[in-house]
């Protein structure tokens, strides 16, 4: 069945710093990947999407790209701050079916 | 412009009950979605709704049922709780149906403990 595994599930870097997370799919069908950035006792929140026919955007300090042959998107964040300290999930999905959610990836940014 | 509200944000049951989620979309949008969240399981696809039909289903037993009003209001229900169902319950929606492929939002979810 669809799969989305993202990795690492833990990561730490000093404040200032970037921050890498990698998300895989499995199916080649899926054309639309967002993540969202969870905090602590509240619902997920979109920072940043990307669709199949795009290989990368940019928000201010985030950045998304995607590899469609490779089946890869990964989500960058530069000059990283404490308050990005959170739980972040990719997504992938295809038009008409559900959601599939990466197992999520808990960043620390120590001051 | 007010966000997905879910009620209630807690709530304890005990086994062999049975309760009820509600979940008041963005105003204007017209799809709803719930996810089970767990730490060991992450979020889970339960179902979504669009004008009122179910329209995607997600891997859980049929003690797992929703449905959604006029107003695009969702509720969802879960019948004789056991144990493993303790877990976030989160409600995210959408301006349309997911086929259309826009972004999601999600409520603050429903904290249901069964004991």
Same mark, same amino acid.
């Given at each position: 069945g669809e799969n989305v595994e993202q990795h690492p599930s833990t990561l730490s870097v000093q404040e200032g710093d970037s921050a890498v997370i990698k998300c895989t799919y499995s199916d080649s069908a899926s054309n639309y990947f967002?993540?969202?950035?969870? $905090?602590?006792?509240? =619902?997920?929140?979109?920072?940043? &999407?990307?669709?199949? !026919? %795009?290989? *990368? /955007?940019? &928000?201010? #300090?985030?950045? %998304?790209?995607? !590899?469609?042959?490779?089946?890869?998107?990964?989500?960058?964040?530069? $000059?990283?701050?404490? *308050? &990005?300290? +959170?739980?972040?999930?990719? +997504?992938? #999905?295809? =038009?008409?079916? /559900?959601?599939?959610? =990466?197992? =999520?990836? #808990?960043?620390?940014?120590k001051a | 412009k007010a966000g997905v509200t879910q009620t209630p944000r807690y709530l304890i049951k005990t086994r062999g009950q049975q309760v009820t989620l509600s979940c008041s979309p963005i105003s204007g949008h017209r799809s709803v979605s719930w996810y089970q969240q767990t730490p060991g399981q992450g979020l889970q696809f339960l179902f979504e709704y669009f004008s009122e039909t179910q329209r995607n289903k997600g891997n859980f037993p049929g003690r797992f049922s929703g449905r959604q009003f006029s107003n695009s209001r969702s509720e969802m229900n879960v019948s004789t709780l056991e144990l493993g169902d303790s877990a976030l319950y989160l409600c995210a929606s959408s301006l349309v149906s997911q086929g259309a492929n826009t972004e999601a939002f999600f409520g603050q979810g429903t904290r249901l403990t069964v004991v």
């Open positions: 967002p993540w969202y950035k969870q $905090e602590l006792g509240k =619902g997920p929140q979109l920072i940043i &999407d990307i669709r199949s !026919n %795009v290989g *990368e /955007k940019k &928000d201010q #300090r985030i950045a %998304v790209t995607l !590899n469609k042959t490779a089946k890869h998107f990964s989500l960058h964040i530069t $000059e990283t701050q404490p *308050e &990005d300290s +959170a739980v972040y999930f990719c +997504a992938a #999905r295809k =038009g008409g079916f /559900k959601t599939i959610f =990466g197992a =999520g990836t #808990r960043l620390f940014v | -």
